[in-house]
């Protein structure tokens, strides 16, 4: 009986993943959020159905009631979230929302599989998240003074990760968190979201090409001490962050390339001077050789993805343990192996819609300097993932960072469910724009008339 | 008509870019995720580090090796306490290519290991095993092999050191590979460390088939005759040579066999004669662009297309060996050695009309219940030579056994083509490995057969005798 659940459940799991990624990008074929809603509502329950199928099949393999409970938990914040959203924000887009839900639902199932503990810690930090954040898009749409603190986010931030660099705990050969009464936090991340308002800020202002310069030394400021702090994965981020928000400003390719030259250069510098990046381009180009040490990670990330096959072995089939840092690095390697290949890649779509939507508010927003968050937020975040997804199957040397929404790590989740926010905000003032600009059209119309 | 207008420019080039490239990206990488982990499922399941084995382990009772006609060659027993023994029905007959399972992998158990620890069965068929607590029957593995050869060639080699391979030349299918000394697979997980410890020259288990590596000696004229019709495609049949018993070049001379003097000899008969002298000329006469190539193209030093462990051979030449060197590798010895699977290779290439197809030990893979999970079937693996080159050279294998060092095999209700080899391993003694190839019918090959026999003395005595009772064994004449 018990095999009947886990293995039907594996295929239920797989089919309503594969719808719920299909209405997601159906969304994309209309213009406006109300035609969308049956596509949203359909999602929701989509969304609900794999929650209830993994549920299932782990109260079927572990038969303890204490998942019910969790269970039961979460499907009440999930839906009060969801409810909330619509009901609060009915401009906000909804495909952002849903999308975050989806993720952070397959992240409780999974750290419900790996360890309990982590899971009950990390949904205490959603709900948590979640209740600051609800206050985040009307902070956006109503004060537009946070454009004036320019410099202060720069000075913030470098202070911040510069603090880390000199004080920080050593943890897992990175300099990258604090620790403040107990709880550790990982300040790069944050300081993520000052560098992206700062950059907004500057770039808005720059209007030559010398303040240009000035921009670059302070983004230039921000990455070396990533570097330094060997938080690779970070740096790597910020730099791509710069790239993108000077090229969506200039509009400028070469611009562009001039930046991927310099960073080539870098790396190239920074590969025959850290020992440490050397390890890690050795880890990717050959894992195998080396297994015992350099290439222990990988090559574990890589048994986990190719032991599951399209379907997976089911929750608790496989030995996702034997993976280090499988909570943070590796999530996506664990998905794979107890929820198949198949279920991973679409997750990884939904990651995408979620990108190409935050995109497209960035294409039809007029204000620049919102315009330039927006995008700055959505490359941010592909990129990020695509670093971590990209590292633990061996398509790039690996770089430790977090799958955001779904890997263990709370500054991580919190921060990312913070940048949803901000978009949901900045979605409103877009809604506004249009409004606004219909009202125009209407009194221009309503003068010609009298 | 002006509103459309606007909505069809693009606001924002850099936004369109972006997306662009990071959906492409993303697509590149998932398609890449998908391919490489179901590519390299079975490398990946197989390595050693891989804890999820285990997990396979636990689940399912390991799959069952048949030969070709369904004789039981390995299968797992299960008693009452669900604890697993690997037994062998044949013992030691089969040590060596069906392998073992604990302790590593070797052999079939090794190249089918992913199969045999997987189970394939219906999901009902689960259930119903579940409920009476026994575990899953893995997946079986059918073999090439032909228990009636395999066991001539076993008993053939008696107890002597040495290998043997047949194989059926136009499908690659391997019928039979014996290598002595050998081990009792049932007994392995016992006699382990008696076998690691043991440092005396028989290592038991070595696979001598695959790894062992052995001086190819007159064997290897097949190549430098290979050589030498590539390089005087039109005038090779005017070769003449007159043996006396010993040529000599600059200092460095080579001598024939046991002292023979082969007197007057075209290309067909020194070759026929295994004239050492001769094809020490022969190949100070080949350009050695042309011996490098088509030892390249013969794949020395290269990786053969074997699914098993295997050593590489070797044999080389370039613009810089001295003339010395050239004469020594023209009668296969000096440097040069190779695995008695690599020559069976070559042979099986010249019987088949030049193309070598990919050498298989397994068949198919059968769920529990008799579902085919996987199929092999022959594959064309390269070219080695032309038509042509490989119908001359088994004119000349004719010649061997019509005049030659093989005239044991003359006269029977089959034709035969072959060629043996006398190979000296050791500089400061005459003893020598007995090796033969060849095989049969010359016209129509359907088996062809290598086998050295270590430190017997020459190949015309000691190998062809076995080469024969296994070509009687397969053509049923007595």
Request: hydrophobic share 45%.
């Amino acid at each position: 009986m018990e095999l009947y659940v886990t293995e039907i459940s594996k295929y239920v799991i797989a089919l309503f993943m594969f719808l719920y990624t299909l209405e997601g990008f159906l969304t994309f074929r209309f213009t406006t959020e109300k035609k969308r809603r049956g596509l949203y509502i359909r999602q929701i329950i989509c969304m609900f159905a794999v929650q209830l199928s993994c549920f299932i099949q782990i109260i079927a393999r572990t038969g303890k009631p204490v998942y019910l409970f969790f269970f039961i938990f979460q499907i009440i914040i999930f839906a009060s979230v969801l409810m909330l959203f619509y009901a609060i924000y009915p401009d906000g887009n909804r495909l952002i929302i849903n999308n975050s839900c989806m993720l952070l639902v397959i992240s409780m199932i999974i750290l419900s599989r790996l360890s309990y503990d982590k899971a009950v810690k990390q949904f205490f930090i959603v709900t948590a998240s979640f209740l600051i954040g609800f206050f985040i898009p009307e902070i956006i749409f109503r004060f537009d003074f946070i454009k004036k603190f320019t410099w202060v986010y720069a000075a913030a931030g470098a202070a911040a990760i510069g603090a880390v660099l000199l004080h920080g705990a050593v943890t897992n050969g990175s300099k990258i968190t604090y620790t403040i009464a107990g709880i550790t936090f990982q300040p790069s991340e944050a300081v993520k979201v000052l560098f992206l308002f700062f950059m907004a800020g500057a770039l808005c202002e720059a209007k030559d090409i010398r303040r240009l310069f000035i921009v670059s030394v302070v983004a230039a400021i921000h990455v070396i001490i990533l570097v330094l702090s060997r938080d690779l994965g970070s740096a790597l981020i910020f730099f791509v962050i710069y790239l993108t928000l000077v090229y969506i400003s200039t509009e400028k390719l070469q611009y562009l390339f001039t930046g991927l030259f310099f960073g080539a250069i870098a790396s190239i510098f920074a590969y025959r001077h850290f020992y440490h990046i050397r390890v890690r381009v050795r880890a990717f180009l050959d894992p195998f050789t080396d297994i015992a040490a350099s290439g222990y990670q990988v090559s574990q990330s890589l048994f986990g993805i190719s032991s599951g096959g399209w379907f997976g072995l089911g929750l608790y089939g496989g030995s996702p343990r034997s993976i280090p840092f499988v909570e943070q690095d590796f999530i996506f390697s664990a998905i794979a192996e107890e929820m198949g290949v198949v279920f991973s890649v679409l997750m990884a779509l939904v990651c995408v819609s979620t990108f190409l939507m935050i995109m497209r508010e960035g294409y039809y927003i007029r204000d620049r300097y919102y315009r330039l968050i927006v995008c700055g937020i959505g490359v941010a975040y592909i990129f990020q993932t695509f670093l971590t997804i990209g590292g633990g199957a061996k398509f790039i040397p690996l770089t430790g960072v977090t799958l955001p929404l779904v890997s263990y790590g709370g500054t991580s989740v919190f921060v990312t469910i913070v940048m949803m926010m901000v978009v949901e905000g900045i979605c409103m003032i877009r809604t506004d724009e249009r409004f606004k600009a219909m009202e125009r059209r209407r009194q221009q119309s309503g003068a010609k008339e009298s | 008509m002006e509103q459309k207008k606007v909505k069809r420019k693009i606001r924002s080039y850099p936004i369109v870019v972006l997306s662009v490239f990071f959906a492409g990206l993303f697509g590149v990488m998932l398609i890449y995720i998908s391919y490489y982990s179901y590519a390299h499922r079975q490398v990946l399941m197989n390595n050693s580090y891989n804890t999820r084995q285990q997990i396979l382990v636990k689940q399912n009772s390991r799959g069952t090796i048949y030969s070709r006609d369904g004789d039981v060659l390995a299968y797992s027993q299960v008693d009452e306490s669900g604890a697993e023994t690997r037994v062998y029905p044949y013992g030691r007959e089969f040590a060596h290519v069906v392998g073992y399972s604990t302790h590593g992998r070797a052999g079939i158990e090794y190249m089918a290991n992913y199969y045999l620890i997987n189970t394939s069965i219906d999901l009902s068929d689960k259930v119903a095993l579940d409920t009476k607590g026994v575990k899953y029957p893995g997946d079986n593995c059918t073999s090439t092999l032909d228990v009636a050869l395999q066991e001539v060639a076993f008993n053939a080699l008696s107890a002597r050191k040495g290998a043997v391979v047949v194989s059926d030349p136009t499908t690659g299918e391997i019928l039979a590979m014996v290598s002595k000394p050998d081990f009792e697979p049932s007994s392995i997980s016992a006699e382990w460390d008696s076998l690691l410890q043991d440092k005396s020259p028989d290592a038991k288990l070595l696979n001598r088939a695959t790894q062992g590596l052995y001086p190819p000696g007159s064997t290897f004229k097949i190549v430098t005759a290979l050589a030498y019709i590539k390089d005087h495609p039109s005038d090779y049949d005017n070769y003449r040579f007159t043996c006396s018993g010993r040529f000599t070049i600059d200092d460095e001379s080579i001598s024939c066999f046991h002292g023979e003097t082969h007197g007057s000899e075209d290309f067909t008969s020194s070759f026929a004669n295994s004239c050492n002298s001769s094809f020490a000329n022969i190949g100070t006469g080949i350009s050695r662009k042309v011996f490098k190539t088509t030892l390249d193209q013969l794949l020395f030093g290269k990786d053969l297309p074997l699914d098993m462990l295997y050593s590489k051979s070797r044999a080389a030449i370039d613009e810089s060996t001295s003339v010395g060197d050239v004469m020594q590798l023209s009668i296969g010895q000096g440097a040069t050695a190779m695995t008695p699977m690599h020559l069976n290779m070559i042979t099986c290439a010249i019987a088949n009309k030049g193309v070598l197809m990919k050498p298989y030990l397994i068949q198919q893979i059968k769920s529990a219940d008799g579902r085919v999970i996987k199929s092999y079937s022959p594959e064309v693996c390269r070219h080695l030579m032309t038509q042509e080159q490989a119908a001359t050279l088994t004119g000349m294998m004719e010649a061997v056994v019509e005049q030659g060092t093989a005239s044991r095999l003359k006269g029977l209700s089959y034709t035969c083509a072959g060629k043996t080899g006398s190979a000296e391993f050791n500089s400061s003694s005459s003893d020598s490995h007995a090796w033969f190839t060849g095989f049969a019918p010359a016209d129509d090959p359907k088996i062809c057969v290598t086998i050295i026999v270590e430190n017997a003395g020459s190949g015309g005595s000691f190998a062809v005798p076995i080469a024969k009772r296994i070509f009687d064994a397969y053509f049923g004449a007595e």
